[in-house]
Nanobody, 115 residues
Framework: QVQLVESGGDLVQPGGSLRLSCAAS????????MGWYRQAPGKERELVAQ???????NYADSVKGRFTISNNNAENTVYLQMNSLKPEDTAVYYC?????????WGQGTQVTVSS
């Protein structure tokens, strides 16, 4: 069983920055892929960014150049640095882990971009 705990969501003005954290209950070396997804009201959950155990990354086109995913193996934590935030980035952000052919989700953290 893998537990994921997200933090860092907040209300921020357009153009601002936030850093989300996802702390895993196991070593992230054992996790094949960790990712950040988001779900806005009335919309489907979508991939934002993901990182593999080999530190390969990929991003949704809508966040390329603004968001950066990274990991800290010593702290078993994955981060999502979000810059130049836009109102359309408003959503609940979820951490996801793919471990030994099973998928685990965190509880989500709310990001609201508004003036």
């Amino acid at each position: 069983q893998v537990q994921l705990v997200e933090s860092g969501g907040d209300l921020v003005q357009p153009g601002g920055s936030l850093r989300l954290s996802c702390a895993a209950s196991v070593s992230i070396f054992s996790i094949a892929t960790m990712g950040w997804y988001r779900q806005a009201p009335g919309k489907e959950r979508e991939l934002v960014a993901q990182i593999t155990s080999g530190s390969n990354t990929n991003y949704a086109d809508s966040v390329k150049g603004r968001f950066t995913i990274s990991n800290n193996n010593a702290e078993n934590t994955v981060y999502l640095q979000m810059n130049s935030l836009k109102p359309e980035d408003t959503a609940v952000y979820y951490c996801r882990a793919f471990v030994r052919f099973r998928i685990y989700w965190g509880q989500g953290t709310q990001v609201t971009v508004s003036s």
